[in-house]
């Protein structure tokens, strides 16, 4: 029998309604040095896997309630890094095709001696390295007309995208006073398409979006639907009247979301003070062109022409760091602290600059 290597501080989760059973898997592993914690059902043990970072997740397929393929599916969405080994008695072929098409990474047949469950467990933890550093976020960009979110945050977007970011926008017109309806459509799907993001787009009506209501049952099913680790939404400073009210039902439907920040519209006011300046100098060509996506607009918009999409983004890259050129600005409503999840390093690479009376 191998050794496997030293575990380190290897975090093990363990889910299993068998109490003998969970004891034995727990003593094992903890005393080839890992942090072991253990649940006995499916709901617990998805809140456990919210608090920490895990380096392998054990479950066994006959919980009570949920199956154990309903709780791997959904461990698979939430965290989408952690290696998954399914425990089972049968080892049946129908199991073993329903393990693979869940996509669990592992297989652990029962009863299991302490030196094979250590053995296999070492290969999981060794697996979880090998995957990205970055946990993948989940970012939702809300806006109420089609180019809202390209226009505040595309940069930012962009750079979601290289980090293997899940991306959803969320717009809640279909912008109809601003030209047709399917072509708009099609323009957003185009430049969601660009984004590698998930489009959903709400029929509201353009300048008459409400602040309750539909605007928010429409927030909180995606907030629902998506669970988001980030959103992005409007500023309440803003003269667009469905730009306030949709940054007005954001708050509400994401309450429960770890990190929420508020971009700049054409349309916002002096009073827009952003905090975060995010850096976009690599992104500044894709930015232009998701709004390049909106061609039907771009001849009747003067605020989507690149010369004053790239300038804005200039002016606010003076409040970057020194080798920073273009920023994107976010106003921050609420912000998981730096360093909790790895997911971050978008955010901590940021320079958290005061904004003081600095001289001309
Ligand atoms: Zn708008």
Redesign the pocket.
Known sequence: MTTSPPPGAARVLVVEDDAPTRAYVTRALQRAGYTVASEAAAAPALATLDEAPWSALLVDIGLPGASGFDLVREARRRRPEVPIALMTADASVEVAVRALRSEVDDFLTKPISPEDLVAQVGRLVALRRTRTTTPVERVLAI??????VE?GVGGVLAGHQDAGDDITLLTLSH?QRGGDRAARAAEAERAAALLGATLRLGDLEDTLIPESGPTLDLIEATVADVDPTIVYT?TVNDL?Q??RNVHRASMVAARGVPSVYCYE???ATVDFRPVRFMPIDRMVERKLALIAAYDSQAAVRSYLAPDLVRATSRYWGRYGSRDVDHCEPLEVVRERPAGSRAGDALLTTTPQQETSDATA
């Open positions: 806006g109420a007309h089609p180019d809202d226009i912008g409007h667009h469905d730009h519209s054409p349309s």
